[in-house]
């Protein structure tokens, strides 16, 4: 092999992709709009009650009926009793009350109530109704509570801080710094599996399909153009996971404010960042490999974008088992993640991280990466050799079995 020409495929892959304007948009907006995204759910998370205390700021009342004759309301909070609903019909058309609400006189078997707006606001009524109202009721039902302490505690009964206890006794608060290679390798090793498939694909199969690769495969040799693209792409593929890393670590300390939680980035573990970069390199190599030799047997690149789906699912599966995985992180399925090749990365930096793996366990996992990384190269070389000049057609069965 010439390494001489690799690396001349390699630089020519990463300068053609790097230049994409899809890649500079991906790169740059991604995080922005992952930041738009969670500002929108917050804003609509907290819309309603917004306008809610816009609207008692306002003088507008929720009228109440009573009609258990267990509460008293003051004038001059955001609630109002009232006697009837006939007298009050104007009111609430006119939109000059929020809402009316009836405490039947069966409340305190019940808990019912019922709560009448008008029909534009009845689907969102229940819901943004719910919290001020149960506020009020809970303070009118403990009012002979003593003690301001023991009423508060009743609304706010508790707030845990998690401790750990190791094998030694030894008690210990959580360090949820911990958390944060786990997380955050998520969401990068998702996004960049997602993405660089997309740039391989459309590397093999567009090449395959305008029949450049008669062209490139003249010149060199097949080992070289496939080494060439996966460091070339791969290269292009970890400049985005740079920047989106640089760009989590600056808004590390934004998030950990919103959560209420205490992390430095220079409290994160060292071993934790040195098997998350390595376990995103192995995976990543693994990824592209199999990229490139489903876009060498695909007739062309929609096929291709099919059958990889199929493996881009599989990669992201300890997602959707990730709360079972962390209740029991050395039970059957987390182990058997752990060792399973599609699934491994994501849960090897997760049982690292969070399970206190022995040395031996870790070292398993990275020799089962390093084996499928392997074993995934030389399947794309010999599914490259079989179906880079095979046109509008799949490769039979019998031609896969010949060619392994």
Avoid at 63 to 87: H, M, T, W, Y
Avoid at 180 to 202: D, E, G, K, M, R
Wanted: charged content about 20%; proline content about 3%; aromatic content about 10%.
């Amino acid at each position: 092999m010439s390494w001489g020409k690799v690396f001349v495929v390699a630089e020519f892959e990463l300068i053609q992709t790097a230049r994409r304007l899809g890649f500079i948009t991906m790169t740059l907006m991604l995080p922005l709009f992952i930041v738009f995204i969670f500002f929108l759910s917050h804003k609509s998370a907290t819309y309603a009650r917004s306008k809610l205390e816009t609207q008692f700021k306002q003088g507008k009342k929720i009228l109440i009926e009573d009609r258990s004759g267990q509460f008293q309301f003051s004038a001059d909070g955001p609630f109002k009793a009232v006697d009837n609903i006939q007298n009050h019909q104007k009111n609430l058309i006119s939109g000059e009350s929020i809402g009316y609400l009836i405490i039947q006189t069966d409340y305190l078997k019940t808990s019912h109530i019922d709560l009448i707006v008008l029909k534009n606001k009845a689907l969102g009524a229940s819901q943004t109704f719910k919290d001020p109202t149960t506020k009020i009721l809970r303070q009118k039902l403990l009012a002979d509570v003593k003690g301001k302490e023991r009423r508060e505690r009743i609304f706010d009964t508790l707030k845990f801080k998690l401790h750990i206890i190791d094998q030694s006794g030894e008690v210990q608060a959580f360090d949820y710094h911990q958390m944060v290679v786990p997380v955050l390798f998520l969401v990068i090793f998702i996004l960049s599996v997602t993405t660089a498939s997309t740039f391989l694909l459309q590397s093999v199969s567009e090449e395959k399909e305008n029949r450049t690769i008669e062209i490139l495969l003249s010149t060199v040799r097949d080992a070289e153009l496939i080494t060439g693209k996966v460091i070339g792409l791969g290269t292009a593929a970890l400049i985005q996971v740079g920047i989106w890393i640089g760009l989590a670590a600056l808004g590390l300390g934004a998030i950990a404010q919103r959560l209420q939680i205490p992390l430095e980035i220079s409290r994160i573990p060292t071993d934790h960042i040195v098997v998350g970069v390595l376990s995103l390199l192995i995976g990543f190599m693994i990824f592209a490999a199999i990229m490139i030799g489903i876009g060498a047997l695909a007739p062309n690149y929609k096929d291709a974008q099919q059958y990889s789906s199929i493996f881009v699912i599989g990669s992201i599966l300890p997602l959707y088992v990730m709360q079972i995985i962390l209740e029991d992180i050395h039970g059957s399925l987390a182990v058997f993640l752990y060792y399973f090749p599609l699934t491994s990365p994501l849960v090897l930096v997760t049982r690292f991280c969070l399970g206190n793996l022995e040395t031996w366990e870790v070292l398993m996992g990275f020799g089962v990466l390093l084996l499928f990384t392997f074993l995934s190269i030389f399947l794309a070389a010999r599914f490259f050799r079989l179906g880079c000049l095979m046109y509008n057609r799949r490769p039979s069965w019998n031609e896969i079995k010949r060619a392994l």
